[in-house]
C-alpha cells in the first residue's frame, strides 16, 4: 500500500494561486496513475485532474486551462497547479494513486476560495 501525504490547501482570493503537493512513500510514477480529485460539501467526489503513467494529462472541462498536473520522479511528488481560482474551487483535494492492483488516497487538503 502506497501512502500519501497532500499539503499547500488554504484560504484564497479569487482570482488568485495555490500549489498543492502529494509526496508518495515511494517511487511509483512508472506503474501508477495519479490524479487530484476534489470534493465539495453535499456533492460527489470528481475527477480534477490525472497523469498517466505516459504522462497524458487529462483534465476536467471546469479546470481547463487553470489547472496544471505535474510530478517530479526525484521527490516521488505530484503537483496541483491551480490559478485563476474561482469560490466553485472551493472543495477539499485529494491525491489518488491508482494501479491494476491497487487504489490509495491520501487524507485531503482543504482549499477555499473566498474574499
Known amino acids: 500500500q502506497v501512502q500519501l501525504v497532500e499539503s499547500g490547501g488554504g484560504l484564497v482570493q479569487p482570482g488568485g494561486s495555490l500549489r498543492l503537493s502529494c509526496a508518495t512513500s515511494?517511487?511509483?510514477?512508472?506503474?501508477?496513475?495519479m490524479g487530484w480529485y476534489r470534493q465539495a460539501p453535499g456533492k460527489q467526489r470528481e475527477l480534477v485532474a490525472a497523469?498517466?503513467?505516459?504522462?497524458?494529462?487529462p483534465y476536467a472541462d471546469s479546470v481547463q486551462g487553470r489547472f496544471t498536473i505535474s510530478r517530479d520522479g526525484a521527490k516521488n511528488t505530484v503537483y496541483l497547479q491551480m490559478n485563476s481560482l474561482k469560490p466553485e474551487d472551493t472543495a477539499h483535494y485529494y491525491c489518488?494513486?491508482?494501479?491494476?492492483?491497487?487504489?490509495?488516497w491520501g487524507q485531503g487538503t482543504q482549499v477555499t476560495v473566498s474574499s
Open positions: 497523469i498517466t503513467r505516459g504522462g497524458s494529462t
Open positions: 515511494r517511487s511509483i510514477f512508472s506503474t501508477y496513475v
Open positions: 489518488n494513486a491508482r494501479s491494476v492492483a491497487a487504489n490509495s
